[in-house]
């Protein structure tokens, strides 16, 4: 049964004389309301945004121009961005936070890894340093600054949700190392940066799964900088190549065990091209690959991974299994 209505109970309710009231939110200053995390943000975001760019662009493929975003790797000039951004362009364009323009010429580029150098003539710039990536961790602060849809200065903030990633270039070649973010990106941030909370690079943005909620890619610092030093130096990145076509397949079990291989996986070889270091060190169709220089040859991404450009008229073995006997070809690679 209900009991009566006490008042005096109401009272206590309502007015706290039982205990003490939550206090009420003081007002202060904008600086003093920031809490930790915000602080962390906006001091990054100031540190970082100088040295960031908008990059505008005209290409001789279609009518208009578009854009995207870049930092200033060195005072001199330099300026790192995505290949995708300013791939084909006609004319490139970089503005910097002060709103002051300077054409942009083309350093070099790698689509492979979806990087892209300019320099444009200016000097004492502010640029960013580059953290190292092998050092992150996941569900530490990503902060990412650019210029969506064309609106610069941008600023979100996430954390970084993955490491170790794999995507496609537009070139189909595989891109490893690639960080995960849920920092807010959108058509425009592409080539800008990512960075930690001391303002150091630890990705380049590149990729946002457009459907998706919070599913945005960057390359990792470690990469963006080893080929910007390349760019810089050479104007491209060299690989190694040999001249076939191939596709993975699966390796008989028998195989596998008669040869005591340690993985079941291969390459097919499907075509090999004339005058190739392939058909110079005696490959043909149907054989498959197992191994080059000893290491496991799992897929054809493997065998990318290990066409570097110091390969490049080296000459290595490479292991193949021809019908169920086991071969070892000495391959030297040609430059791609």
Same mark, same amino acid.
């Given at each position: 049964?209900?009991?009566?209505?006490?008042?005096?109970?109401?009272?206590?309710?309502?007015?706290?004389?039982?205990?003490?009231?939550?206090?009420?939110?003081?007002?202060?200053?904008?600086?003093?309301?920031?809490?930790?995390?915000?602080?962390?943000?906006?001091?990054?975001?100031?540190?970082?945004?100088?040295?960031?760019?908008?990059?505008?662009?005209?290409?001789?493929?279609?009518?208009?121009?578009?854009?995207?975003?870049?930092?200033?790797?060195?005072?001199?000039?330099?300026?790192?961005?995505?290949?995708?951004?300013?791939?084909?362009?006609?004319?490139?364009?970089?503005?910097?936070?002060?709103?002051?323009?300077?054409?942009?010429?083309?350093?070099?580029?790698?689509? =492979?890894?979806?990087?892209?150098?300019?320099?444009?003539?200016?000097?004492?710039?502010?640029?960013?340093?580059?953290?190292?990536?092998?050092?992150?961790?996941?569900?530490?602060?990503?902060?990412?600054?650019?210029?969506?849809?064309?609106?610069?200065?941008?600023?979100?903030?996430?954390?970084?949700?993955?490491?170790?990633?794999?995507?496609?270039?537009?070139?189909?070649?595989?891109?490893?190392?690639?960080?995960?973010?849920?920092?807010?990106?959108?058509?425009?941030?592409?080539?800008?940066?990512?960075?930690?909370?001391?303002?150091?690079?630890?990705?380049?943005?590149?990729?946002?799964?457009?459907?998706?909620?919070?599913?945005?890619?960057?390359?990792?610092?470690?990469?963006?900088?080893?080929?910007?030093?390349?760019?810089?130096?050479?104007?491209?990145?060299?690989?190694?190549?040999?001249?076939?076509?191939?596709?993975?397949?699966?390796?008989?079990?028998?195989?596998?065990?008669?040869?005591?291989?340690?993985?079941?996986?291969?390459?097919?070889?499907?075509?090999?091209?004339?005058?190739?270091?392939?058909?110079?060190?005696?490959?043909? =169709?149907?054989?498959?690959?197992?191994?080059?220089?000893?290491?496991?040859?799992?897929?054809?991404?493997?065998?990318?991974?290990?066409?570097?450009?110091?390969?490049?008229?080296?000459?290595?073995?490479?292991?193949?299994?021809?019908?169920?006997?086991?071969?070892?070809?000495?391959?030297?690679?040609?430059?791609?």
């Amino acid at each position: 049964m209900l009991s009566e209505f006490d008042p005096a109970w109401s009272k206590t309710l309502f007015t706290g004389d039982s205990a003490d009231p939550i206090p009420p939110v003081q007002a202060t200053s904008d600086d003093e309301a920031l809490d930790a995390y915000s602080n962390t943000v906006s001091r990054a975001a100031s540190r970082v945004s100088p040295a960031v760019v908008h990059i505008r662009l005209k290409t001789g493929r279609r009518r208009g121009e578009g854009g995207g975003s870049g930092f200033v790797i060195a005072p001199d000039g330099f300026i790192l961005t995505n290949s995708h951004v300013v791939h084909e362009a006609k004319a490139v364009e970089a503005t910097l936070a002060d709103a002051r323009t300077f054409d942009a010429a083309l350093v070099g580029e790698d689509p =492979e890894t979806d990087l892209a150098v300019l320099r444009i003539n200016a000097g004492q710039l502010p640029f960013l340093p580059f953290a190292n990536s092998k050092a992150l961790r996941i569900g530490q602060i990503a902060i990412a600054i650019g210029s969506p849809y064309g609106f610069q200065q941008t600023v979100t903030a996430g954390v970084v949700s993955a490491l170790g990633r794999s995507m496609r270039a537009e070139s189909g070649r595989l891109m490893d190392d690639i960080i995960q973010t849920d920092a807010a990106l959108n058509p425009g941030n592409s080539g800008g940066p990512l960075v930690n909370s001391s303002g150091q690079v630890i990705g380049v943005n590149t990729a946002v799964i457009l459907p998706a909620q919070g599913l945005c890619f960057a390359i990792a610092s470690n990469t963006a900088q080893l080929v910007a030093g390349w760019l810089i130096r050479d104007g491209k990145i060299r690989r190694s190549y040999l001249g076939l076509a191939g596709q993975n397949i699966t390796i008989h079990p028998r195989l596998v065990r008669h040869h005591k291989l340690t993985h079941d996986q291969g390459i097919l070889v499907v075509g090999v091209e004339p005058s190739s270091p392939a058909q110079r060190a005696g490959l043909t =169709e149907g054989d498959n690959i197992v191994a080059f220089k000893g290491a496991p040859i799992s897929s054809i991404d493997d065998l990318h991974r290990v066409l570097v450009g110091n390969e490049i008229g080296v000459e290595s073995i490479l292991t193949v299994l021809r019908g169920v006997e086991r071969m070892e070809l000495p391959v030297t690679p040609g430059e791609r």
